[in-house]
């Protein structure tokens, strides 16, 4: 009796259930109608929860979920391949196949240990990759428990931080007093690499905001050049001061429609990054365009009195 309700129900068939079984399971239906609960809709219940708990969900399948779930925020095209090539390369072979609830901390060293030392950068985001997907299965329901990718207060403990075993090495650039004499080789030296070069150096901007600039982007009255957030690595709208030299430059180069690139190639399209380095290498100087963003940054802190967020801003960093 449920309540006031008469139900019936089966204990098993006999020799799979044996008597014993079948008086122990009896009790428990007893047990579970003196709380309250129907057994027959219990065990419903149960057998709808298990069509829906996900069995054998790989960590590649989640990774490649949680890449399908993202790349629409990430601005660069290349951070998809970036993420696959890492997670392919060195986390799949040893966990891939493995059910994503099933991975725990000695599957995840033996991915970070072997590269930790050699490869640090990439193991650092490898492992930050890690524990995002992780978590991402974890939100979704398909593993629980602590996340075994974790660094403070659990990798930390075990691997070597990052800043003290990888010395980042920065982009080669010249120092404040050679540019002088640079800038001199610099603008009698012919083509659109140079110019641009050039120009990126007048404004401090990185080699792709010079190589995407288009007319429509400059306004020569007002001296400034508006790049949009789209194209901009921090994703805000920035706004350039135009010198009187970075104007001559502007006023060197053929003049387009507005949505024609400023540098344009021999094409029509926009200049490659290595037409820029390649006119750093015909002057035999050993820097690359973006140190020159980093003599900037030195000539602003040692030889103006401009404050450092003004120089931070110029460079468009986040402030």
Known sequence: MIGTR?????????????????????RESRELIRRGIDPIEAAKEARAALKVTPVGYTFRAAAEAYIAAHEASWKNPKHRDQWTATLKNYAYPVMGKLDVDAIELPHVMRVLEPIWI????????????????????????????PNPARWRGHLDKLLAKP??????????????????HFMTQL??????????????????ARSGEVRGATWKEIDLDARVWTIS????KAAREHRAPLSKAAIAVLKAMPAGRPDAYVFK??????????????VLRRLQIDAVPRGFRSTFRDWAAER?????????????HAV
């Open 304 to 316: 103006t009195t401009y404050p450092n967020e003004v120089a931070e801003m110029a460079l468009a």
């Open 187 to 204: 603008r009698a030296a012919e083509g659109t690499g140079a110019r641009a070069l050039e120009f990126a150096i007048l404004t401090a």
């Open 6 to 26: 008469r139900r019936e129900m089966g204990l098993g068939g006999y020799p799979c259930v044996t008597l014993a079984m079948a008086r122990e399971a009896a």
């Open 265 to 278: 190639a021999a094409h029509g399209g926009r200049i490659s990054d290595m037409t820029i380095s390649a």
């Open 229 to 232: 957030a789209a194209r901009m």
């Open 118 to 145: 050699k490869k640090t950068e990439t193991a650092k985001r490898l492992r930050g990759r890690i524990e995002m997907v992780l978590d991402w299965a974890g939100a979704r329901g398909f593993r629980s428990g």
């Open 163 to 180: 800043s003290k075993v990888h010395r980042i090495t920065h982009h080669r650039a010249l120092s404040i007093d050679e540019m002088a």
